[in-house]
């Protein structure tokens, strides 16, 4: 049994403010293996991320890492690193002693819906997973969880958890591709996955940002948490066994041909 945290907080243009709304959290989910957060925790997406970008030894990781081992869990958070003329959508995970474990660099880069992240960020190029908290956490980022064969790569370098993190915008329809894309990545790989995204927060941002509803899902696709659109902390449970269950049921990565 591995217990998370769930950290759907609202997110400010401003890292110090935000850094201080993820402590806050982790000391309301202390007691927990691993505490995850969402995409872009350090600033709000917008041009300011290229002047904001940090590396991963900065005040804001630091920070986190400070906090972490203060109270002796493993947490992941979305980070913008520099990168060049660009910079890097990061997914940073670091363990309950403070050490960073892990550097994910968003692949997919949300070029849709009116958006062009590709002029502020460089796409990385490699999946990853992680040892934090006792288990092997494949790292999705937002977009990239309408890609498949993402969660099907970190499937093959041996990942027990999906963890999505998330900007997810509010729009037509966008709730709903939420929700059924993170259900579908959990049931066709039989997978737990943590989805969290960020709490609406439109007291700080008019761009539309936040959807919330961070989730856990189970290997055959059952939301077994829903935190909806209010910022808050859930701890949940990854039942281990549950997952050897649901695959004996549906055994389909078994199956798998190509």
């Known amino acids: 049994m591995t217990t998370i945290a769930l950290c759907q907080i609202p997110v400010s243009p401003d890292p110090t403010t935000n850094l201080k709304r993820a402590k806050e959290a982790l000391a309301r989910a202390e007691g927990a293996d691993l505490a995850i957060f969402p995409e872009a925790t350090l600033t709000r997406y917008g041009r300011r991320i290229t002047s904001l970008a940090e590396p991963l030894d900065g005040p804001f990781v630091s920070g986190l890492a400070e906090a972490a081992q203060e109270h002796?869990?493993?947490?992941?958070?979305?980070?913008?690193e520099p990168g060049g003329d660009r910079v890097h959508n990061t997914a940073v995970a670091i363990d309950e002693r403070g050490a960073v474990r892990a550097a994910y660099r968003k692949i997919h880069l949300f070029d849709s819906f009116g958006a062009k992240e590709s002029d502020l960020v460089a796409p990385g190029a490699e999946p990853a997973v992680v040892e934090l908290a006792g288990l092997r956490v494949g790292l999705i980022t937002?977009?990239?969880?309408?890609?498949?064969?993402?969660?099907?790569?970190?499937?093959?370098?041996?990942?027990?958890?999906?963890?999505?993190?998330?900007?997810?915008?509010?729009?037509?329809?966008?709730?709903?591709h939420w929700v059924t894309l993170v259900r579908a990545r959990a049931l066709e790989n039989t997978m737990w996955t943590a989805a969290v995204g960020q709490a609406p927060n439109p007291a700080e941002s008019s761009d539309g940002y936040g959807v919330g509803r961070s989730m856990l899902v189970d290997p055959l696709g059952v939301v077994r948490a829903d935190l909806g659109t209010a910022p808050g902390v859930q701890v949940v449970r990854m039942d281990h066994e549950w997952t050897a269950a649901a695959r004996a049921t549906l055994p389909c990565l078994d199956h798998r041909v190509l």
Request: glycine share 12%; proline share 5%; hydrophobic share 50%.
């Open 72 to 80: 002796g869990l493993s947490v992941i958070a979305g980070v913008f």
């Open 142 to 176: 937002c977009y990239d969880v309408r890609f498949p064969e993402l969660a099907r790569a970190l499937v093959d370098k041996g990942a027990e958890l999906f963890a999505v993190i998330a900007a997810w915008g509010s729009g037509p329809l966008k709730e709903d």
